[in-house]
């Protein structure tokens, strides 16, 4: 069964801090992921993808990977209101699959 | 560059009926995907498409559920006849190869 789990929340922040929000994936042979934003109502947008281990920085969002943990995670810098959504992580599994996980929901308090 | 588009945006049926749904991706996309996401999960995949030919469909209940994409460009998906557990959004997303993929605003479908 090939599996991707994160915590569903709700991660709660204040204005300006960081929000971690972290996955694991059951398939070692997963070789690409993907963090998703899902604003209630709305349909995923892609926010970063990430191949190789360590980090990849895209403005005030970075992704981790860590595939001998087969961990997955994705920073927030100065986290504002308007983050407050529900992050969707993905692996790209063998037989070009891409499965989700349930999510977390992210709260940033003003 | 115009996005997935997707119709229709709601529908509400009785059990049993029948419904269909319809996508167009994004132009130069060959690779096609619909998924159900059931409010509080994440997007599951039904089928996958690579220009007209089915990749993946394991997932997709094949009793009830059918889907096609006719000259590698549009597609519909059809549930009949329809259950209360299929109540959902239906999304449909496009990716040029098989990495990112790009979402349509999706179908809300509500089974009473």
């Known amino acids: 069964q090939k599996e991707v789990e994160q915590n569903s929340g709700p991660l709660s922040v204040p204005e300006g801090a960081i929000a971690s929000l972290n996955c694991t994936y059951s398939?070692?042979?997963?070789?690409?992921f993907f963090w998703y934003r899902q604003y209630s109502g709305k349909s995923p947008e892609l926010i970063m993808f990430i191949y190789s281990n360590g980090d990849k920085e895209d403005g005030r969002f970075t992704a981790q990977l860590n595939k001998a943990s087969q961990y997955v995670s994705l920073l927030i810098r100065d986290s504002q209101p308007s983050d407050s959504a529900t992050y969707l992580c993905?692996?790209?599994?063998?037989?070009?699959?891409?499965?989700f996980g349930s999510g977390t929901i992210l709260r940033v308090k003003s | 560059e115009a996005g997935v588009a997707q119709s229709p945006r709601y529908k509400i049926i009785e059990k049993r009926q029948s419904v269909a749904f319809w996508c167009n991706p994004i132009?130069?996309?060959?690779?096609l995907y619909w998924y159900q996401q059931i409010l509080g999960q994440g997007p599951k995949l039904l089928i996958q498409?690579?220009?007209?030919?089915?990749?993946?469909d394991s997932q997709l209940p094949k009793d009830r559920f059918s889907a096609e994409r006719l000259k590698g460009v549009d597609s519909t998906l059809k549930i009949q006849p329809a259950k209360l557990e299929d109540s959902a959004v239906y999304l449909c997303a496009s990716a040029r190869g098989y990495n990112e993929q790009f979402f349509g605003p999706g179908t809300r479908l509500t089974v009473l």
């Open positions: 498409f690579q220009n007209n030919g089915v990749v993946d």
């Open positions: 993905a692996a790209h599994f063998m037989g070009n699959k891409l499965v």
């Open positions: 398939d070692r042979g997963s070789q690409s």
């Open positions: 132009s130069g996309h060959a690779t």
